[in-house]
């Protein structure tokens, strides 16, 4: 049996643990609020200041070996060392899954992120999609993934910066904000409307892993949705 967090036309109420924000309400105008720019009204946020990765939030998105993910000094750390092999994945998924119309936002900092090492940071949307930074040959790039096939990148050299990935209705846009700019569309595609997991990740994949160690912080997550549908 699902639980499902419903548009109710009131705010019913917020609860925070281990750093955990949990809310639920209603903005003004509902979904053609949302269609206008408005954040959707349910939300998870997490700035990562406990010591562990909550479980009752959050789960993992598959750990290959070489690989870690923990919290330490308010971020979420995640690793791969030389030790890991090509098409590596390590990460972790809100357990309540976005319904509708929904905006994600990923803070980062690649503490060590060595260029050509075929390595990305997601803000990731399974099966929807996913926003992305990538240390690609030729140079770090900004990108997007739409399933089945819409996909773009752009050439960026920051190492510190946000993710923004918004579905609206059936289009999925991304979007970068970094060295002090203001948001910066990656690029935009229609997409599935169905139910999706957003979280983030660190990943290998299309081409061989460089094997030069990266590790880097996600320093706070945010999830808006028109409805989070949770287990239990």
Not at 79 to 98: K, P, T, V, Y
Not at 187 to 198: L, R
Not at 204 to 232: D, I, K, W
Request: charged share 10%.
């Amino acid at each position: 049996m699902k639980r499902t967090l419903l548009i109710l036309g009131v705010v019913v109420g917020t609860f925070v643990a281990a750093g955990v924000a949990w809310s639920s309400g209603v903005l003004g105008g509902g979904p053609a609020a949302a269609s206008a720019g408005v954040e959707p009204p349910n939300n998870i946020d997490d700035s990562f200041n406990g010591g562990t990765i909550d479980s009752s939030t959050w789960s993992t998105d598959i750990m290959s070996p070489g690989t870690t993910a923990a919290v330490k000094d308010g971020a979420l750390v995640l690793s791969a060392s030389s030790a890991a092999g090509d098409e590596f994945h390590d990460g972790i998924l809100a357990n309540c899954q976005a319904r509708g119309d929904f905006v994600a936002r990923a803070s980062f900092v690649l503490t060590q992120w060595p260029a050509n090492d075929g390595v990305s940071f997601a803000l990731n949307a399974p099966p929807l999609g996913n926003t992305f930074t990538n240390s690609a040959t030729g140079g770090e790039i900004y990108g997007l993934f739409v399933a089945p096939s819409g996909f773009t990148t752009i050439p960026t050299d920051a190492s510190s910066g946000e993710l923004r990935l918004v579905r609206r209705g059936d289009v999925t846009t991304g979007y970068e904000r970094s060295n002090g700019s203001g948001w910066i569309t990656i690029g935009s595609f229609a997409g599935s409307t169905d139910d999706t997991f957003v979280g983030v990740a660190i990943w290998n994949t299309g081409v061989p892993f460089g094997g030069q160690p990266v590790s880097m912080r996600v320093t706070a997550f945010h999830l808006y949705a028109q409805e989070l549908v949770c287990p239990g």
